[in-house]
């Protein structure tokens, strides 16, 4: 029970600082509407990560209810973020989400008294996924230097180790189906202009892989659209993109990234068991 409250307790947590996250990033523009893509992507990131992350496990400790005037403040974001919405408009959301998750926190808490434990970063077993030891021993590296990037303060390493590794599991859960021609089939599978045959898996790229692990249902529709931020943020790796679209990442980007990876990495290695 003491691990179930600091577990909600700790979700609530993150939710209230990425809310202050957002705040502090939307208010460095001062232009009436929001219209950058890296700011819009930013800010359904911080909406997706509630409902992929947060909110299952805040719903151990409350109910629906309880997170319903939350839901509501989340999925009105995530309707603005698909257009041009004003700043001032996400702005006064972002308040009132920082209230009332300050106050469910302190409802979790009041329920009994908290003790220290936070989620661990160990790396998963990679075993039921592939079934090379050397290639499971190099994924558990990767999963390691994704935290040691983070703890270090390199949000861009950080989060280009994640998309790498993601795409190295969603080619290791490709690659475990003797019989493909589920995959090859995909609507979702990227297909020669030309010929309209699929491509070969060595041309696919992460967003390929993305689509079809969502339409073969590997990964979950809040999973996956979660998964295309973390695709276009690891894509900063090329200097005049980061340039062009302004966008600078932070510590706190890098570990908003982690959880949502941590969060598609165990879908894709469920899907196998």
Same mark, same amino acid.
């Given at each position: 029970?003491? %691990?179930?409250?600091?577990?909600?307790?700790?979700?609530?947590?993150?939710?209230?600082?990425?809310?202050?996250?957002?705040?502090?990033?939307?208010?460095?523009?001062? $232009?009436?509407?929001?219209?950058?893509?890296?700011?819009?992507?930013?800010?359904?990131?911080?909406?997706?990560?509630?409902?992929?992350?947060?909110?299952?496990?805040?719903?151990?400790?409350?109910?629906?209810?309880?997170?319903?005037?939350?839901?509501?403040?989340?999925?009105?974001?995530? $309707?603005?973020?698909?257009?041009? @919405?004003?700043?001032?408009?996400?702005?006064?959301?972002?308040?009132?989400?920082?209230?009332?998750?300050?106050?469910?926190? $302190?409802?979790?808490?009041?329920?009994?008294?908290?003790? %220290?434990?936070?989620?661990?970063?160990?790396?998963?077993?990679?075993?039921?996924?592939? #079934?090379?030891?050397?290639?499971?021993?190099?994924?558990?590296?990767?999963? =390691?230097?994704?935290?040691?990037?983070?703890?270090?303060?390199?949000?861009?390493?950080?989060?280009?180790?994640?998309?790498?590794?993601? =795409?190295?599991?969603?080619?290791?859960?490709?690659?475990?189906?003797?019989?493909?021609?589920?995959?090859?089939?995909?609507?979702?599978?990227?297909?020669?202009?030309?010929?309209g045959k699929t491509l070969q898996l060595k041309d696919w790229?992460? #967003?390929?892989?993305?689509?079809?692990?969502?339409?073969?249902?590997?990964?979950?529709?809040?999973?996956?659209?979660?998964?295309?931020?973390?695709?276009?943020?690891?894509?900063?790796?090329?200097?005049?993109?980061?340039?062009?679209?302004?966008?600078?990442? @932070? #510590? %706190?980007?890098?570990?908003?990234?982690?959880?949502?990876?941590?969060?598609? $990495?165990?879908?894709?290695?469920?899907?196998?068991?």
């Open positions: 029970m003491f %691990g179930t409250m600091n577990e909600a307790a700790a979700a609530l947590d993150s939710a209230i600082e990425e809310a202050e996250r957002l705040r502090r990033f939307l208010n460095k523009d001062k $232009s009436r509407q929001v219209r950058a893509k890296g700011e819009r992507d930013q800010i359904k990131a911080t909406a997706l990560a509630w409902f992929n992350n947060h909110k299952p496990v805040a719903n151990q400790r409350l109910s629906d209810a309880d997170l319903s005037e939350v839901d509501t403040a989340y999925s009105e974001i995530l $309707s603005w973020s698909a257009r041009n @919405s004003t700043r001032s408009l996400y702005l006064s959301a972002a308040k009132t989400l920082v209230k009332l998750l300050v106050n469910l926190r $302190s409802e979790v808490v009041a329920q009994r008294p908290k003790r %220290g434990g936070t989620t661990s970063d160990s790396s998963p077993p990679f075993a039921s996924l592939i #079934a090379d030891a050397q290639m499971q021993q190099i994924l558990a590296r990767r999963w =390691e230097e994704c935290v040691v990037c983070i703890k270090a303060n390199a949000p861009l390493a950080a989060t280009v180790m994640m998309g790498g590794l993601l =795409e190295a599991l969603l080619l290791a859960r490709v690659n475990r189906e003797v019989d493909k021609s589920a995959i090859i089939k995909a609507k979702a599978a990227p297909k020669d202009r030309k010929s790229t992460l #967003a390929d892989y993305i689509d079809v692990a969502h339409e073969l249902r590997w990964i979950s529709m809040a999973a996956r659209d979660v998964s295309v931020v973390l695709r276009d943020y690891r894509n900063y790796v090329h200097p005049y993109k980061e340039l062009s679209h302004r966008v600078t990442l @932070s #510590a %706190g980007d890098a570990s908003l990234f982690w959880e949502i990876n941590k969060s598609l $990495s165990r879908q894709v290695l469920d899907s196998v068991r």
